[in-house]
């Protein structure tokens, strides 16, 4: 049975439907899928016995003959599922591109002749294959336009490197106005920013939260708010994935019993959620989330990596979407790589959050600043996306990322494939379950001239593989038409239509705008 | 299974309760007088064992107190969190950052102020180069800005595959690897090998990004006094002697020595050849951070292992970042196959992570470019650092520290005046007092309460291939003049 959440305002917090679904696995594919990881155990163990036995030709790379006696720097077995699991599909990954990553995108073609273990550049490139892998959702990714130009400008003025740090002689001017501007963009007090996402979270997060503290973790969070709390040296506990009742258990019990052993009441609870779970494709319940936050006193950090610029009428993210206020959220944390087509992560919040984080961060102490032309696209993005640049591209990329959504999602579903997460969501996870299918569905959909990515172990549980589609404003109706003809195609030929609920095919209707008429800009 | 409520049980017993019930059901279920002796005799015991466990004592295994639930509300509204930051006061020496208006280059403008530019990493000059920008220029008019992917899902570009192969033949290694933020380079290569219960090995002036990498790994960790190996061979010793104790452990325990080539806490030089000496003896992998001397040290710039022959294969890993002397954005690690391959997996800052923009792997592939066109560059810098050093001395009431021909020293004050704050403050009135006379300077900046031995405050001085002689003079007399006036 399906596990399909529909709110309609039931609560009162919704002023929108809010309708996510993670089917269940079926029983067959779930048993067949254990029986497929334990053919390909068997065969690896039966792999690594003919290689130790040097039967079969041995590609792993050795230790060096003088370090022979040293402890082994890999336990056997940690490399076990790298060796051969992942060494056999190894393919459908880092696949290198020759182009912009834009809505299509040249590949870089490589064969192999010994079953993956080293490629070969045949000199040739597949080119023009859509992409449905780089998370480039508003379409910024261009080396043409205006960002471009601006950014080429800025290379030229100020170069490519900076050789310092924020606190000593990296602050440039340049960062100073992208900051204020990323204020304004959120709606917060004040921003600052930093050259890596990934560091943004593992750096700040400790500077948050420390000893006496507590975490309160979502099961399925990103690796760097993972790293940044284990860093931060706090308690660290973890609730189910977007499951409001698990919260509210949890800081019922934390404040009711304080600390474990000593009973002391905690100095600070500490929410961490994302905007969007990449590998879910489900968005968070703001609304709740900030009525517990509010009524319990905890604090809320929400990573918007994927949301922002992706969600809301204005692109402003997820708390745009639902119409709430950014002030209750009390650190607004996001990336510039995903709808900005630029790096880096940023921050924002109180001015007094964000003062603390310029003198204690740890990013802003010892890491170099950012790159100034990158400091420009996002400027230049930015403003785009807020209408300040005098048009309205940034709107009509906005919304044509919804509407492409929206019709991707309802047509992947139409088709019969199971697909995880929030029907608003530009992310789409559609389930493969067999790991011999993972394989498979890469090379299908490339053979076809469209570039997809598929997750396995360890990123996913184990039986839960799957291709993970990112729409893109820069995608047209056609490509997006051309697309899931081949989905269906290969989706026949590899049997991963799932779904026992067949939704009838709607008459096409245009995209109803009036959906977001009833939220105040 | 909620139809057996026994009170105060654990979670974890009453799965295991209902598990024995249900056995036991399952064998009454199957109960027939024509069974076997012995069968009768186990259900018989089985039935008496869950006899006894229906009635036996229960036992709280977590102190809960039954609050009534107006207890708990009332706890809920009283409980006051703390502030999520604590207030920062508006004269904090790290609050105001000055603020750089144009390119960071040797002629820099510094709040409003034309300097000279002696505190941005620009060992090579190639900030500025002409060159360097016109390929960022052409690899943004090819390839746009941003990446939009991590290098597993199509953020890998022929460029990266080409700075990879690059930086690995220039460095005579096997392989080499980018990351995109230098600090996350070291920070993701540690903990990528050594895990919980492995024994690292570091130096106590080891630089943060180290510090965190050590954090993240969860392994032991045993600081040696900076720079020396003896007390380095004592450690070395004691953990023999550990070992001897739990021989089946050691098999399995891996152990690191952690350095830097050229350290950025004290500008000087970590002794590679008799570190090397150590690890054959005690059977440690080295790894090797040389931020400051890739670029620097040795005849072409390859860094520590050149300045002191090492063979580069005697050390496991070399981890360095490109933002100093190669002057782009981003980080490497470079060694065998063997080492380096597994960070393609577990490299945390590699795999969950966008790959570095495609302009600034071009525009440090055009910086090893001239590199390796112009290896005199590097006796022209080390001919600079020894000016700079020289020139420094005798400064009253400073101390120089670095070695001479480390193109980033510190002026240190001769004798502390007791206090950290006072000292800082003395120490930033000689930064304004030079920018006001057009050198550009600045403090070191650490995390006070986050260093694990905090360095003694003092003024970094970076040495440029860019700066002439006059440049030199000038700004040794300025630092003169200002430390006359203001160290009384």
């Known amino acids: 049975d399906a596990q399909h959440t529909s709110y309609n305002g039931g609560l009162g917090l919704y002023n929108r439907p809010f309708n996510e679904s993670f089917e269940e696995t079926p029983l067959l594919v779930a048993v067949l899928t254990y029986m497929g990881y334990g053919i390909l155990t068997i065969f690896g163990y039966l792999r690594d016995f003919l290689r130790d036995w040097k039967i079969e ?5 050795r230790e060096r ?30 696949r290198p591109i020759c182009s912009v990553p834009g809505a299509k995108v040249d590949l870089v073609e490589r064969v192999s002749h ?90 700040n997060i400790p500077a948050l939260s420390g000893k006496g503290c507590l975490i309160l973790s979502d099961e399925l969070n990103h690796a760097s708010l993972v790293l940044g709390a284990r860093l931060s040296g706090s308690t660290i506990r973890v609730f189910k994935h977007n499951n409001m009742q698990s919260l509210e258990k949890m800081l019922r019990d934390a404040i009711v019993h304080g600390q474990p052993r000593t009973h002391r009441p ?47 009428p204005a692109g402003r993210g997820v708390v745009d979407y639902f119409g709430l206020d950014p002030r209750d959220v009390d650190v607004m944390m996001g990336t510039f790589t995903k709808s900005f087509g630029a790096a880096g992560g940023y921050i924002g919040g109180r001015r007094e959050l964000i003062d603390y984080l310029r003198v204690h961060s740890h990013s802003a102490v010892y890491a170099t600043s950012m790159s100034p032309p990158v400091v420009e696209q996002i400027i230049t993005s930015m403003k785009c996306i807020m209408g300040e640049d005098g048009t309205t591209l940034g709107r009509e990329r906005v919304k044509r990322l919804a509407e492409n959504t929206v019709y991707f999602r309802r047509k992947m579903t139409e088709m019969g494939f199971i697909i995880y997460g929030n029907s608003d969501s530009p992310v789409v996870p559609m389930m493969l379950y067999l790991p011999a299918k993972i394989g498979a569905f890469g090379r299908e959909m490339l053979k076809r001239n469209i570039g997809v990515v598929v997750v396995g172990f360890p990123a996913t549980p184990i039986i839960e593989s799957r291709a993970r589609f990112c729409i893109s404003a820069a995608h047209t109706k056609d490509m997006l038409d051309t697309a899931l003809c081949v989905i269906s195609e290969v989706g026949d030929l590899l049997q991963v239509k799932y779904s026992r609920h067949r939704r009838l095919p709607s008459l096409d209707r245009a995209f109803d705008h009036s959906i977001y008429d009833e939220i105040q800009d | 299974m909620a139809w057996v409520e026994v009170p105060g049980q654990e979670k974890v017993l009453k799965p295991l309760l209902n598990t024995v019930i249900i056995l036991g059901l399952i064998k009454c279920a199957n109960f027939s007088p024509q069974a076997p002796a012995y069968h009768l005799i186990l259900e018989g015991i089985l039935i008496l064992w869950i006899v006894r466990l229906l009635f036996s004592k229960t036992y709280k295994l977590q102190e809960r107190s039954d609050l009534t639930e107006k207890e708990k509300e009332d706890l809920i509204e009283e409980w006051q969190p703390e502030p999520l930051v604590p207030p920062v006061s508006k ?59 991590p290098r597993g899902f199509y953020g890998t570009f022929d460029v990266h595959l080409e700075l990879e192969d690059r930086l690995a033949k220039f460095m005579r290694t096997e392989e080499a690897i980018i990351y995109s933020y230098g600090f996350a380079t070291i920070a993701s290569a540690i903990p990528a090998y050594s895990k919980r219960g492995d024994i690292v090995f570091v130096d106590e002036a080891a630089c943060f990004s180290i510090q965190k990498g050590l954090q993240a790994s969860r392994s032991f960790i045993k600081y040696f006094k900076h720079n020396d190996m003896e007390d380095l061979e004592r450690l070395l010793k004691e953990q023999e002697i550990e070992d001897q104790k739990n021989p089946r452990k050691a098999r399995v325990t891996r152990r690191f020595v952690v350095v830097e080539g050229l350290y950025i806490n004290t500008a000087d030089v970590c002794p590679l050849p008799a570190l090397v000496k150590l690890k054959y003896k005690y059977k440690v992998r080295i790894f090797l951070e040389e931020s400051m001397s890739f670029g620097v040290l040795g005849e072409h710039g390859r860094g520590v292992t050149e300045h002191f022959g090492v063979n580069i294969d005697d050390i496991d890993l070399i981890s360095a970042n490109m933002e100093n002397a190669v002057a782009s954005i981003g980080g490497f690690c470079c060694g065998r196959s063997f080492v380096i391959d597994h960070q393609r997996l ?80 003395m120490l930033r009135r000689i930064v304004d007092y030079c920018l006001e006379k057009q050198i550009a300077l600045t403090l070191a900046r650490y995390l006070d309460k986050e260093e694990r031995f905090l360095p003694p405050p003092s003024i970094r001085v970076v040495v440029t291939v860019e700066q002439t002689k006059e440049d030199i003079d000038r700004a040794a007399s300025c630092i003169r003049e200002a430390a006359l006036s203001i160290l009384k």
């Open chain 1, 114 to 203: 010994d079953y993956n273990w080293t490629f070969d550049y045949t000199g040739r490139v597949v080119g023009g294959v859509i992409n449905m892998g780089s998370y480039n959702y508003l379409g910024f990714a261009e080396n043409t336009g205006y960002c471009a130009e601006a950014a080429a400008e800025v290379t030229m003025k100020y170069g490519v490197g900076v050789a310092s740090t924020r606190q000593e002689m990296g602050n440039l001017d340049r960062h100073e106005e992208m900051e204020a501007l990323v204020a304004k963009f959120l709606g917060v007090e004040s921003a600052i920013a930093f050259g890596m996402g990934f560091a943004t979270n593992s750096m």
């Open chain 2, 91 to 149: 004269d904090h020496p790290s609050m105001n950052y000055d603020i750089v208006s144009g390119p960071p280059s040797h002629n820099i403008v510094v709040n409003g102020k034309q300097c000279i530019n002696f505190a941005s990493f620009n060992f090579l000059g190639l900030l500025d180069n002409e060159r360097v920008k016109q390929k960022a220029l052409a690899s943004l008019k090819k390839y746009g800005v941003g990446t939009c992917g």
């Open chain 1, 266 to 312: 905690w100095k600070k609870i500490l929410i961490l959620v994302e905007g969007i779970y990449s590998m879910e494709g489900s968005i968070v319940r703001l609304p709740e989330v900030i009525a517990l936050k509010k009524r319990f006193g905890a604090y809320l950090y929400l990573d918007e990596a994927h949301s922002i610029g992706a969600l809301g």
């Open chain 1, 57 to 61: 030709r041995c590609h792993i790379a």
């Open chain 1, 65 to 94: 003959e003088e370090q022979r006696d040293f402890v082994p720097l890999y336990q056997d077995f940690e490399n076990f599922y790298t060796r051969n699991l992942y060494m056999r599909i190894r393919d459908s990954w880092n």
């Open chain 2, 346 to 425: 577990s490299g945390q800052g590699y795999c969950f992570s966008a790959s570095l923009p495609p302009m600034l792997a071009a525009a440090a592939i055009e910086a090893l470019n001239i590199m390796e066109e112009d290896p005199d560059i590097f006796s022209v810098l080390r001919e600079k650092c020894e000016q700079v050093h020289k020139a420094l001395q005798g400064t009253p009431g400073m101390k120089v520290l670095g070695e001479s021909y480390a193109p980033a020293l510190h002026l240190q004050l001769e004798s502390s005046s007791g206090s950290r704050e006072t000292d800082v403050r």
